[in-house]
């Protein structure tokens, strides 16, 4: 056996890297372990902060820098009229609804939240979350494309 022979030829394709699906699911789930660790935090009595690094240009040498500064988050819970606390699901500016027309997970305090928190981010883990993320995703951008004006260009006669 000599040349091409020699090796075993197959039909492949490549597996694509960027699946829609498992990015939004690793967004998602990035979001709620920032709001997992924010509640043992506010548990704790302290303060929860993300510092991000930014690259400014400095107006007087032209160069370029690194800069860190608090990215300000804002928790997803808060405590109803009734005492209890509700916790909602967000997908960027949108809240997620876990079941049709329910939209908020209510609570006993903050214990509750952490709890809540860490049985949502097993099920987004799991891609339980998906149906539910890719329906605000198309609702999202159907609204955005019917709402776009359109530009019609006309040839004078």
């Known amino acids: 056996m000599t040349g091409l022979s020699a090796l075993k030829l197959v039909s492949s394709k490549p597996i694509p890297k960027s699946n829609p699906r498992v990015i939004r699911r690793q967004k998602l789930c990035k979001k709620l372990l920032q709001q997992l660790e924010m509640a043992r935090c506010f548990k ?17 040498t032209g160069e370029y820098k690194q800069i860190q500064h608090p990215k300000k988050i804002k928790p997803w819970w808060w405590t109803a009229a009734d005492g ?74």
Do not use: F
């Open 44 to 60: 704790a009595g302290g303060t929860y902060e993300v510092v991000i690094t930014k690259r400014v240009k400095d107006n007087e």
């Open 84 to 157: 209890k606390t509700c916790l909602t699901v967000r997908y960027g500016a949108k809240t997620l609804e876990l079941i049709n027309g329910r939209n908020a997970i209510e609570t006993d305090g903050i214990d509750g939240v952490i709890s809540a928190l860490e049985v949502v981010q097993k099920a987004a883990e799991a891609g339980e979350l998906d149906l539910q993320i890719e329906g605000l995703v198309n609702k999202h951008s159907e609204a955005s494309q019917t709402t776009r004006p359109t530009l019609s260009l006309r040839k004078p006669a």
